[in-house]
């Protein structure tokens, strides 16, 4: 049976009273090429010593690095324009009112996020795994995989015609487009700028076994539009505590609310992002940025691409490479069903499996919260990229096929009891179950029973903008825009959830969790090698699903996550 959420587990009701709304300013970002890039030949800000990597200096923080450490906060949590005013119980832990999300869900700040470059990210994720630092190196592998083995820069590595499926480029038996002018990228790590930071804890199973997600999301835009999501799964310290163990996790970013200096806030966030924020690390938690956090069992890097159309979404998990060094592999679209399958005109071995796998999941698209809607189908299923292209119009594909599979659909939908429609719920699964359906094909669209799918940002497709800026609110500063889904429907979700997480009050071993062991750093234990292959690969992601609980703490499946 499914549990209830978080949300509705909680000692007294929460009401959710008001949401700011952000102003949608269209100046341009201002062009700092020095801080934009990361890149500075001096130390001024206290972050560290520099490296250098192939002649470009870099900041470089030592693991342990723990200067800098927190000052004095000022302010409510209004110095961004407000936030979310929330009725708790009586008897929470955290007697909280206002928790601003632009600073405790995403952080866009221009000035934040200019001293990050995704050089020093790269070079974060093999040293505080224990690996050989290569930026350059790690960079142009992800890129070289949008490349054909005729095409390719980098012999004897992941290419896009690695797997073939009837003489045609594949994955997971499914066609990929390839090769693809992101594969023109190499040499350009110095060209993407980071645009935001994002807490992802409402992404935490239910039963704590891991604490969610924390992300970050770069740019580029050297030869059209490109992005790289850094999506790290991070481990619970002490699991036997369940998702009280995760609690520090919240109370750190809880803090950054209070937090109106823009120095402090940057030095937090570098530290738990890069090398160590010392109560997390005393909490059990490890710097975010570790190939660890996104390798096979755990979470994920994703590209975002417009490099060339139509647009797509690829997905890749972290390994480790020859020589020990970091590595990257291809994996098909978690919650990304290939479409054509619900054609049943379409010959394919996977076709009645899958179909009948999207009629048992329909009772996942039911919930009339675009929050919780969830197409769970299995791995088997699953499209080796999202395309802006026919294949993810699943109520198209639907229609391609007979009557027999709709009148199937709708004899499950009546013993489900429900009146939606069959393009209504196709419409649900389309944007639930589809990267490019909550991106662009069904913003706006009709989801029944009175939902209308939330819209992405005010250029199509993305969810935070790197070409529009708004006010960060009375505090000051200039923000990355962010899309109205997140500002009046995803963002409100995930603050309620991290809320309730922080009202409930943490028991005995919650208190005392074990301190993070900084010599893990220098193993690299627990980051597979690529010499396993595929198959042995995918099967560590099985396994880690069959561990862990089968919701998220706001209640969606997390098998549909994405």
């Not at 083995?149 to 594949?170: F, I, K, R, Y």
């Not at 030095?267 to 890069?274: E, G, S, V």
Request: hydrophobic share 40%; charged share 20%.
């Amino acid at each position: 049976m499914k549990p209830a959420p978080l949300l509705r587990r909680t000692r007294a009701p929460r009401r959710l009273c008001a949401f700011f709304a952000f102003l949608f300013a269209c100046s341009a970002p201002e062009e700092d090429a020095g801080f934009r890039g990361g890149l500075s030949t001096t130390s001024t800000t206290g972050f560290g010593s520099e490296v250098s990597d192939g002649g470009i200096a870099f900041i470089e923080e030592p693991f342990f690095d723990v200067g800098g450490g927190p000052g004095t906060t000022t302010g409510g949590g209004s110095g961004s324009g407000g936030g979310i005013e929330v009725e708790l119980p009586p008897d929470a832990c955290v007697p909280l009112e206002l928790l601003d999300p632009r600073r405790s869900l995403i952080e866009t700040n221009e000035a934040v996020l200019a001293t990050f470059s995704l050089r020093n990210v790269f070079h974060r994720l093999a040293i505080n795994s224990g690996m050989k630092s290569e930026p350059s190196s790690t960079h142009d592998l992800l890129i070289d995989t949008a490349n054909d083995s005729g095409t390719a820069h980098l012999a004897n590595m992941e290419h896009c015609d690695d797997e073939l499926t009837d003489g045609v480029p594949s994955l997971n038996g499914y066609p990929v487009q390839c090769p693809r002018a992101e594969g023109g990228q190499i040499g350009n790590l110095d060209q993407w700028q980071l645009i935001a930071l994002v807490n992802r804890i409402d992404l935490a199973p239910a039963d704590g076994s891991h604490c969610g997600e924390q992300r970050m999301i770069f740019s580029s835009n050297a030869q059209d539009r490109m992005f790289i999501i850094f999506e790290a799964q991070i481990p619970n310290p002490d699991p036997a505590c369940g998702v009280a163990a995760c609690r520090p996790l919240a109370e750190f970013w809880e803090q950054q609310s209070a937090i109106t200096d823009i120095e402090e806030r940057t030095t937090r966030l570098r530290k738990a992002f890069l090398a160590s924020w010392p109560e997390l690390s005393a909490a059990g938690f490890p710097p975010f940025m570790r190939a660890q956090h996104m390798t096979f069992g755990t979470g994920q890097v994703r590209t975002n691409n417009f490099d060339q159309f139509p647009w797509d979404l690829k997905e890749f998990k972290l390994v480790e490479g020859p020589g020990g060094r970091l590595s990257v592999q291809r994996v098909p679209v978690a919650s990304n069903l290939f479409g054509p399958l619900l054609d049943d005109g379409f010959a394919h071995p996977n076709g009645p499996m899958c179909r009948q796998a999207f009629i048992d999941a329909l009772d996942g698209l039911l919930v009339d919260d675009v929050n919780l809607m969830a197409l769970d189908v299995p791995e088997a299923c699953l499209a080796g990229e999202s395309l802006d292209e026919f294949d993810n119009l699943y109520d198209f594909q639907i229609a391609l096929g007979s009557q027999g599979f709709r009148d199937a659909i709708q004899a499950e939908l009546a013993a489900l009891g429900s009146d939606l429609t069959i393009d209504e719920v196709a419409a649900r699964a389309a944007f639930a179950g589809s990267c490019i359906g909550c991106h662009q094909q069904q913003v706006g669209a009709d989801l029944g029973h009175g939902v209308i799918a939330p819209f992405s940002g005010g250029l199509g497709f993305v969810h935070v903008e790197e070409f529009f800026t708004e006010s960060c609110g009375p505090g000051g500063g200039t923000c990355f825009a962010i899309s109205p889904a997140l500002q009046d429907v995803f963002l409100p979700f995930r603050h309620q959830v991290m809320l309730e997480l922080l009202a409930e009050c943490p028991d005995a071993c919650a208190l005392a969790p074990l301190a993070f062991d900084p010599t893990i750093a220098t193993e690299a234990g627990g980051l597979p090698s690529a010499t396993l292959g595929p198959a042995a690969l995918r099967q560590i992601d099985r396994a880690a699903r069959a561990r862990r609980g089968a919701y998220t703490l706001g209640g969606r499946p997390l098998a549909a996550v994405h």
